[in-house]
């Protein structure tokens, strides 16, 4: 493990301190490293919309995570530019969900991100595309 990823998990774990809506959905974090996050959660019933499948802002939510936790893991405060997702399978109750985060390009002030969201199943439940931007700003 390089000096980065241990920084990447020590940026996480500061974040999930104060994250409460990422604590609220009970992320798991399964892993980290520079420019790179996994997490995970379980959907619950008050996660579902009025259709009985996952809620697309829990989707959505669970991906932003792992994407702020990939683009922050240097230890400086990082936010969103622009981001969009699309749904090609809905969550269920019970269905566990996995959000891969992974850097696909970064300069001096951006980023972009890649995070798939899959199922227990490794269905595909969401792609989501997110650009971020670099302050100089420390973390802590």
Not at 57 to 71: I, M
Request: proline share 1%; glycine share 8%.
């Amino acid at each position: 493990m390089t000096d980065k990823d241990i920084l990447a998990q020590q940026v996480v774990a500061r974040m999930m301190q104060t994250d409460y809506f990422s604590q609220w959905m009970g992320v798991q974090v399964l892993d980290v490293a520079e420019g790179y996050s996994k997490i995970q959660i379980t959907l619950r019933k008050e996660m579902l919309n009025g259709f009985g499948i996952a809620h697309g802002g829990v989707t959505f939510a669970l991906a932003d995570s792992a994407f702020a936790f990939a683009c922050n893991s240097d230890g400086k405060i990082t936010v969103a530019l622009d981001v969009s997702i699309s749904f090609p399978k809905a969550g269920k109750e019970g269905d566990i969900l996995t959000a891969e985060a992974k850097q696909v390009n970064k300069t001096n002030k951006t980023g972009l991100y890649l995070i798939e969201v899959k199922n227990q199943r490794n269905e595909l439940v969401a792609l989501f595309k997110g650009t971020c931007f670099k302050t100089e700003k420390p973390l802590f």
